[in-house]
């Protein structure tokens, strides 16, 4: 009985996240669902099953519980270090260009802003990689104020987002950030420091499920078909079954602009995956370009 209870709750949760309990993972969440079976002083699995199934609140607990949050400023740095010095140049020559083509044509942009840059980190923890993204970003680029920059930054777990939007971070989870960062876009205090407004305000933190991108054919309302220029999914396919990760490389396949970017894990190599991304070899790492005209390019 218990075991079968385990399961109907082991299969609610990965119909709802698309995550993956196999292996030790299996281990790993019995022993978290006992957690909230001794807190919540029931009796038995199966009477946190009738809760569970019941209450969104407690979803949205055992979710936090599940979920891995390892993390770190400038993780796999060989991405950052490409992203700042070769892919934001090189958009911001294409943007420029097309933009004073438009300004001398008399061209009205309409809808299309030449200068807007959207940028997502799926899976962002506690907001380390999507403040690194921004520091990136605002190094990377010449003259960040003529742009429009968008990062939007999402992940399961509620509590990893209200310590990523407060922006503030310990001394010891600092060490990644060079210093000379640290004193361009932080204010530091007695135990850590926290990130400056100008960076914070670039980044939007949400609520983000990936099983409801990949349920949508188009990426839905928040994550539409090609809205972003560069997507960072890192370390984050690992957890689903193969059959979720093929399904998740196509989802963000879609909502991926022509021309852009995809940063991967260093465990995730598309080439297990029917994809049509190209590697970008001289990067030295996994980054994979979106093949086709870029959308701007088209435009003008």
């Not at 010095?85 to 097309?98: F, M, N, Q, T, Y």
């Not at 600092?174 to 640290?182: A, C, D, E, R, S």
């Amino acid at each position: 009985m218990a075991d079968a209870v385990f399961d109907e709750i082991r299969q609610y949760v990965q119909e709802r996240t698309r995550l993956c309990f196999s292996g030790h993972k299996r281990s790993l969440l019995g022993s978290k669902l006992q957690q909230r079976v001794d807190a919540l002083a029931l009796p038995d699995m199966s009477a946190y099953r009738d809760i569970l199934l019941n209450s969104h609140s407690e979803e949205v607990v055992l979710l936090d519980l599940i979920t891995t949050n390892e993390t770190c400023f400038f993780r796999n740095p060989r991405q950052f270090d490409y992203l700042r010095d070769h892919i934001l140049p090189a958009l911001e020559e294409e943007r420029g260009s097309a933009s004073f083509r438009r300004f001398a044509t008399g061209e009205q942009p309409g809808q299309l802003n030449d200068m807007r840059l959207r940028i997502l980190s799926a899976g962002c923890s506690t907001g380390e990689e999507p403040y690194t993204v921004a520091m990136t970003v605002l190094e990377g680029l010449r003259y960040p104020r003529a742009w429009e920059i968008d990062i939007v930054a999402g992940d399961l777990s509620e509590s990893c987002l209200e310590i990523a939007r407060r922006g503030s971070y310990e001394t010891a989870r600092l060490k990644g950030i060079p210093k000379m960062l640290q004193k361009k876009y932080m204010d530091a205090s007695d135990d850590g420091a926290t990130f400056r407004e100008d960076v914070r305000r670039l980044i939007r933190f949400m609520h983000l499920n990936l099983n409801d991108v990949m349920q949508s054919d188009g990426g839905g309302d928040t994550l539409p078909a090609g809205a972003f220029d560069i997507v960072l999914c890192r370390n984050v396919m690992i957890y689903f079954s193969s059959a979720c990760q093929q399904q998740l490389v196509n989802s963000l396949y879609r909502i991926i602009a022509p021309g852009g970017y995809l940063l991967t894990g260093d465990a995730e190599p598309l080439h297990l995956f029917r994809h049509d991304f190209t590697p970008v070899r001289e990067a030295g790492c996994l980054i994979y370009r979106k093949t086709g005209s870029n959308a701007h390019d088209q435009a003008v």
